[in-house]
């Protein structure tokens, strides 16, 4: 059974520290991980996904199949960051089945 | 292109009353979730579709929740009976075919359903 862990509900941080959303899942495959963000009235987005290996509005999550973590990282926390961010992991393929997601943690960014 | 569409946008409806919500999925896309979302909770898994296999229901609250997906295209969610732990925002999402990979999903607005 795949299974995504988010241990913090709520993290806060003031402006300009480092953040990190941590993710931990369980799958027996290659899975894909994905990082959702929900802004304050504004729909759910996809933030970035790890085969992309890129960063998005300066998040970055490096995949870690050792620890099966794939955290969120940040080097300086903005305002801007307060939101809803959801951690997802789906299969490969055409038998992927679906896609399993986090709790959440909601992120509050003190000016 | 249009993004996930959800109607209505707001619902509010007397306890023991019926409603349907509708989700329109981007054009193409076979895979289809409904989700609940609580104030200030996390995202609640009701129902998966996925082409023209069996779907996923394993997420369904009660017998008073079903949905269909006609055609393979729109998708609706009803409540029967509806009662106050209903009230929640319910958001669908579609994704395309996986290919060699995993694809997002695309989510809708979603729809606030008050039950009174």
């Known amino acids: 059974a795949q299974r995504v862990t988010q241990p913090e509900k709520l993290l806060s941080v003031f402006k300009g520290a480092p953040v990190e959303l941590k993710c931990n899942y369980s799958?027996?495959?290659?899975?894909?991980l994905f990082w959702y963000v929900q802004y304050s009235r504004q729909r759910l987005q996809l933030l970035l996904r790890h085969i992309s290996r890129e960063s998005i509005k300066g998040f970055t999550a490096d995949l870690n199949k050792g620890e099966t973590s794939f955290h969120l990282k940040k080097p300086f926390a903005q305002e801007e960051d307060s939101a809803m961010y959801y951690c997802?992991?789906?299969?490969?393929?055409?038998?992927?089945?679906?896609?399993?997601f986090g709790d959440g943690t909601t992120l509050t960014v003190k000016p | 292109g249009a993004g996930v569409s959800q109607s209505p946008s707001n619902k509010v409806t007397e306890k023991g009353k019926d409603v349907e919500l509708r989700c329109d999925p981007i054009?193409?896309?076979?895979?289809l979730y409904w989700y609940r979302q609580s104030l200030g909770q996390g995202l609640e898994f009701l129902i998966y579709?996925?082409?023209?296999?069996?779907?996923?229901k394993s997420g369904l609250p009660s017998d008073r929740f079903s949905a269909e997906r006609t055609g393979g295209s729109v998708s609706t969610l009803t409540i029967q009976r509806t009662q106050q732990e209903d009230s929640a925002v319910y958001l669908c999402a579609s994704s395309s075919i996986p290919g060699q990979g995993a694809s997002p999903l695309h989510f809708g607005n979603g729809t606030r359903l008050t039950v009174t």
């Open positions: 054009s193409g896309h076979t895979a």
């Open positions: 799958y027996s495959g290659s899975p894909e």
């Open positions: 579709f996925q082409g023209n296999s069996a779907p996923d």
């Open positions: 997802a992991l789906s299969g490969r393929g055409t038998n992927a089945g679906k896609s399993t």
